[in-house]
């Protein structure tokens, strides 16, 4: 984006009507749904789709209907769909393909005894995964798969790229081969940079954003859904079994994300806090790091971590918190609320 507009800046820009551009034969129609779906093709590995898988899709009635939904019939997928038409009110709901937003996806999944649901939200960038008992699969724990699926199945290597609000146990993948990670402001454009100037391969954030090298350098929710599929039919397991699979491996952690609102009248108490906030320890361990990164982000020396975000269009502050167990998480979440008194 910031290329297009340097480039417009520099050149001046002529306007005409499209009638005019069509008699000046300027006009070129380009079928970018088909050189899409070949690029998309030509990075999967087709030959996993051979026995066949049962895929619920639901795009969330968005722009994603009729891509995923068509390029898995094309892999040979049993495929059905829920939400899968537009619609411009989208049911009447945020179409984010989170937790608690795809009740209906998990119902079919278990109805038709498929072995994946696969989610998009609106604009097809993000991804939301359902295991095959009907269960949701948090991004966070999806993309820690999809990364150690691809060092054993492709040979390209490079750094990987997150966000400051995603997952270490990325760190602990990349590490364990002997890779760097890149940790980035919130926000995908970072993570895409990295992925166009340092070749990452591949380029994560926690609410579901996901590319890998080769690719465009933004977050692709289709590309994710199918890397996800090919994953299911190369293994023949379960989500849920893949994870006991990794966690035998590398271990398991426990991550969380909540939303601490307060009122606007306290919002300057509320930053002043929050800036003041300079802990030694959390809940009963030493802190390591300190960092300003879009945030407050504080490592402790047991790898526990927890980073304080505001939101930028309301009262709310962020709280990200990953520990090695669901009652470590629980201390640090009760500590951070009690020290800025919300």
């Known amino acids: 984006e910031t290329e297009v507009h340097r480039a417009l800046d520099n050149h001046k820009v002529y306007e005409l009507s499209l009638q005019e551009a069509e008699k000046l034969e300027l006009v070129e129609e380009y079928d970018a749904d ?71 996806l998990k119902r079919a999944v278990k109805s038709y005894e498929a072995d994946l649901g696969l989610a998009l939200d609106g604009e097809a960038s993000r991804f939301g995964v359902v295991d095959k008992n009907g269960e949701y699969v948090a991004p966070n724990q999806v993309m820690c798969l999809l990364l150690d699926y691809l060092l054993k199945t492709r040979s390209f290597r490079g ?20 890779l ?22 591949l380029g994560a954030e926690e609410n579901g954003g996901l590319s890998i090298f080769g690719h465009i350098p933004d977050k692709d929710g289709i590309l994710a859904c199918l890397l996800v599929a090919e994953m299911a039919a190369v293994t023949g397991k379960s989500l849920t079994e893949l994870h006991e699979d990794f966690t035998a491996e590398y271990g398991e952690v426990a991550n969380e994300k909540m939303d601490l609102h307060y009122g606007l009248q306290d919002q300057e108490q509320v930053m002043h806090l929050l800036n003041e906030y300079n802990p030694k320890s959390i809940a009963g361990v030493k802190v ?18 927890v980073l304080i975000r505001p939101a930028n269009t309301e009262p709310v502050l962020r709280i990200y918190v990953e520990a090695l167990d669901r009652v470590r998480l629980g201390d640090i979440q009760r500590e951070i609320q009690n020290a800025l008194g919300l």
Not at 181 to 200: A, D, M, S
Not at 293 to 303: A, I, L, P, S
């Open 34 to 104: 088909r050189e899409y779906q070949a690029h998309i093709m030509n990075m999967l590995n087709l030959d996993a789709f051979k026995n066949g898988l049962k895929v619920v899709v639901d795009p969330m009635f968005g722009v994603g209907v009729g891509y995923l939904d068509n390029y898995l019939e094309a892999l040979g997928c049993e495929m059905r769909a829920v939400h899968g038409y537009r619609d411009v009110l989208f049911g009447g709901s945020l179409p984010r393909p989170v937790d608690q937003n795809l009740d209906g």
């Open 288 to 305: 390591e790091q300190n960092q300003n990164t879009g945030g407050r982000k504080f490592v402790m020396e047991d790898g526990s971590w």
């Open 159 to 178: 750094p990987v790229a997150r966000s400051v609000a995603t997952t270490h146990m990325l760190d602990r993948v990349a590490k364990k081969n002997g």
């Open 180 to 201: 760097a990670v890149i940790e980035t402001p919130v926000g995908f454009k970072y993570i895409g940079r990295c992925l166009r100037e340092r070749g990452c391969m």
